[in-house]
Each structure stands twice: as C-alpha cells, then as structure tokens.
C-alpha cells in the first residue's frame, strides 16, 4: 500500500504543490493528504495515521515544534519533519529533542524534500519489520511449552516466559534482574549451572547441564537447560545467555520407578522362597508365645505373671510386624496380574471404613464421608481395598492424637476417583516426588512400602494418584477409568412356532 503523507501547513498552495510533486515522483509510493492547521492535523492523524507528518513550524493554531509529540502519540510508528523559513540552531536542536526526523529549511529543492521523505519512509517500514518480529518472537517465547529463559553476562535474568514464571509461582525468587543461580535448590547445582553459564560465556555453546529447580508449591523440579550465548563481536565473550529448559522431574520418577520395579521383580523367585522359609519360624514363634503365654496363665504367683505377660505380648506384637513386612514386600514384589471385574468403589471405601471403625475410635478421629452412588470401574476387589487401605494408615499415622478423616468418591462421563484425606501434618513439599519409592519413609517405624504397592496396584488398574499436601493435611486422590456396563440387546419379536395342529 502507498505510504501516508501527512501535509500540515497554512500556505494551500504551497501544500498542494507539494502534494503533487510527491504523488508524481517516481522514486516515492505515497498517498498525500493536507490539513492547514495544526487541529484539523491532529485529528487527521489520529483519524487515519501516517508515514510520514510534514509540519510547518509556524501555524495559525501553534507552534509545529510543539505539535511533534502529540503527532507521535497518535501514530506511533511515523515521523514527523519540520518545514520552516526561519530556523535558528536553538530551535533545530529543540526539534529534534522532541522526536523530529529531520528539519528542512524554505526554500528547498523537490529532489531534497523526496530525499528526506524517502528515508523517513524506510525508517518506519524498519520499524514496522521490526516490531513485526519483536511479536512474533515474543508469541513463540510466550507459546513455547519449555522454559525459556535469558541471562546477562553478570548472570541476572533478563528475560522468562510464562511457562518458566508459571513452574515458580510469584513467590519464587525469579524475578526481572534477580541472580538465577540464587533459585536454585542446592549449592552443587548452583556450581553446576556456574560452570555452564561460564561456558557459555565464552564458547557461546555450553554443555546441556540439569539442576533443581523450586517450584511455587515448594518441591524440586528437575530442569536439563541448554545454555547458549550471544556475542557482541567476534572473539569477545558472549553478552546474553539464552537457556532453553525441559522439565524432566517426571521422566526421571518414571525411570527411577522403572528401575525399582524391575529390581523387584526380578526380587520375586528369591522374595517367594525366602517368605517360605521365613514365615515358617515366625509361625513356629507364634505357637510357642502362644503355649508360653497359657503357662504363665497357670503360674501361682501373680506378682511375676504380669511383666512375664507383657513381655510375650511385646514379641506378639514384633512377630505380627515382621509379618506385615514380609506380606507387603510379597505384594510390592509378586507380579500378579489383578482381576478384572466390575468393582463399586463407594463400595469399597464404605467396607474399608467399616473395618477401621474401631481404630478410629481409639485414636479419636472423626470420619466424614462423601460417597456417591455411581462410581464403577473395572478391577480387583481385594487388590483395591489394599489401595484405600493404605492410605487410610498413612492417615491414622500422621494423626496420632486425633484429627479427622475424609473419605469421599465422585466422577465424570470418562473417569471415577475416591480420595482419603487427613487433618495431619502434611507431607513436605521437598519430599513429595519420593513418597511413592519403595522403602522411603519419614516415619520413624515406617516400612515405605505402603504407597509404593498404592502406586503398583493403581497402575496395574491403568490409573493415576495425586497427591496435595498442606502443613494442614494432606489428601491423596486416585482416579480409574469409569465402566460403563453394556446392556443385552433385546430379543426381536417372533411368531411362536406352528405345531402340526396348526391350519393351513
């Protein structure tokens, strides 16, 4: 399109020649309008815009000098060059403060106005390209799925996107000319992502390098970034740094967990034969406790049958313990396919809740429930029990001088979920992404294989846990696809057949 021309002076005739001299040059693409004052320019301009302004200094409604902001303020992408027949140095430089391209003194040739408009015009269409990258270089950033992030030579952030101001949240310590090694997680990354960023600096390309990263809820996020920088001039260390960053903390757990599981079932033959030759002492124990504690029963002095009671029912209590581990590391470690039935799960929350009643009364927790009636899916029965069961454990554990329970189910068209949550301590942010390793554990009497054989049993299911801790609770959420039963189709009706009694 031709470029706009914005003529503002009081000599008509003079505009008006000068229209036709610019719309007749060759080497100018324009389309010239004229206003005689500064009002009616003013309006034109914010109106339709301009390339280009070319203003008298001396109009009857102002000054033009004066007139130059306000003419870049409603087309911001113009320039302005001012006509005048008396100019003094005073006034040239006050021009140009103001944002003037040029200043052509009266009289002046054709060829030296369409000179000075030319360059004015490619000056705004410079500029024009170059916002026109800035947008689309900014949409990338701001569209970009990873984390995008820009550093200057002293090691300050100058530039992130939503993604990565999104993963730390407004409390996080990045911020616009903050130190970014200063956010990360441990002093051996902060070294670790120095020794790259200094790399960077000076090879323009720096080795791929992975540091925690905290994120707004307070949990490490591991992040691989890809440092590389921008130089200056040749030779010279580069002055920005731009890092591109993939989230890998959860393909790390994926792996991690991986690895656990092939570790443990490569476990099972040996798991299984050593149960066998474990649980026969331990059995062997429990029936001597058992004959021991009938004799103390009958032992006449009453003053050394109860410590000798109390001491059998301490062994009890550790066999029965050792017998919990042994049964919970058979079920981590025993690949058994679960069942595949149609299951309530409102159903099995209710009769896991029912189970515990008594535990929840001694230790003085209040349980609310939330059970809808339509939450069906399809799995193992016993194997999902075990899931509710554990996470109502973990609960009573971290609530060992009462609290509450709430045990809740619900769906949509495409999935169920039930949820046990607890008015306990909480889980601590740092320690979120291991909670569901085998054998970690916070507790001092924990085994850490609670949520380790939820996360198997869940999976095998084809599910998802989730997990939100609070120092107020914590509230564990595991979502199945839902089953939808298919009803029988209905038998087509049919004449009953004809006996040999039946008329022709």
Not at 155 to 162: H, Q
Not at 303 to 329: D, N, Q
Not at 440 to 469: C, M, N, W, Y
Request: with cysteine; glycine share 10%; aromatic share 4%.
């Amino acid at each position: 399109m031709p470029a706009r021309i914005l003529i503002i002076d009081d000599n008509t005739t003079l505009a008006a020649n000068l229209r036709d001299i610019l719309e007749g040059a060759p080497e100018l693409d324009v389309e010239v309008v004229l206003a005689c004052n500064g009002k009616k320019g003013l309006a034109l301009a914010r109106r339709e815009g301009f390339e280009v302004a070319v203003v008298d200094i001396k109009l009857p409604d102002g000054n033009g000098v004066e007139l130059i902001r306000p003419l870049l303020e409603a087309s911001p992408q113009g320039e302005v060059v001012l006509v005048t027949g008396f100019a003094t140095v005073d006034m040239a430089i006050g021009a140009l403060r103001e944002g003037a391209f040029a200043f052509v003194l009266k009289s002046f040739r054709p060829e030296e106005l369409i000179s000075t408009l030319a360059q004015a015009i490619a000056k705004v269409t410079l500029k024009r390209e170059r916002e026109a990258l800035e947008r689309r270089y900014r949409a990338l950033i701001e569209a970009a799925g990873v984390l995008i992030l820009g550093l200057n030579a002293e090691g300050r952030i100058t530039l992130m996107n939503p993604s990565l101001s999104a993963l730390a949240g407004p409390s996080a310590m990045l911020v616009l000319g903050a130190v970014f090694t200063e956010s990360l997680s441990e002093e051996s990354d902060r070294r670790r992502f120095g020794h790259a960023f200094q790399k960077a600096l000076e090879n323009a390309v720096a080795p791929e390098v992975e540091v925690g990263l905290r994120d707004a809820a307070g949990a490490i996020r591991r992040v691989r970034w890809h440092l590389s920088g921008v130089r200056g001039a040749p030779g010279k260390k580069a002055e920005l740094i731009y890092g591109i960053g993939l989230d890998v903390t959860e393909r790390r757990a994926q792996e991690r967990r991986a690895a656990d599981m092939e570790a443990l079932n490569a476990m099972a033959p040996l798991a299984l034969g050593l149960a066998h030759e474990i649980r026969n002492p331990l059995n062997a124990a429990v029936l001597e406790l058992h004959l021991l504690s009938r004799s103390i029963d009958r032992m006449a002095d009453e003053g050394a049958r109860g410590p000798m009671k109390r001491r059998v029912e301490i062994v009890e209590s550790e066999i029965a313990r050792l017998g919990r581990l042994l049964s919970e590391f058979l079920e981590l470690a025993r690949p058994r396919a679960p069942l595949r039935e149609p299951v309530d799960l409102s159903r099995v929350v209710a009769e896991v809740m029912e189970l515990e009643a008594e535990a929840f009364a001694r230790v003085g927790v209040e349980v609310t429930r939330a059970l809808d009636g339509d939450c069906w899916s399809l799995g193992d029965v016993e194997k999902l029990k075990q899931v509710v069961l554990n996470l109502v454990m973990n609960a009573l554990d971290a609530m060992p001088e009462g609290g509450g329970i709430r045990a809740a189910t619900g769906g949509d068209a495409q999935d169920v979920w039930l949820s046990i949550g607890d008015t306990g301590t909480g889980i601590a942010a740092g320690v979120l992404p291991e909670i569901f390793d085998p054998f970690f554990t916070t507790k001092p009497g924990g085994t850490g294989l609670g949520l380790a054989i939820v996360q198997k049993i869940v999976d095998q299911h084809g599910g998802r846990v989730s997990v939100e801790a609070s120092p107020t609770g914590t509230c564990v959420r595991v979502l199945f696809p839902r089953y939808v039963s298919t009803p029988l189709p209905r038998p087509s009706p049919s004449r009953p057949p004809r006996t040999h009694g039946d008329g022709i």
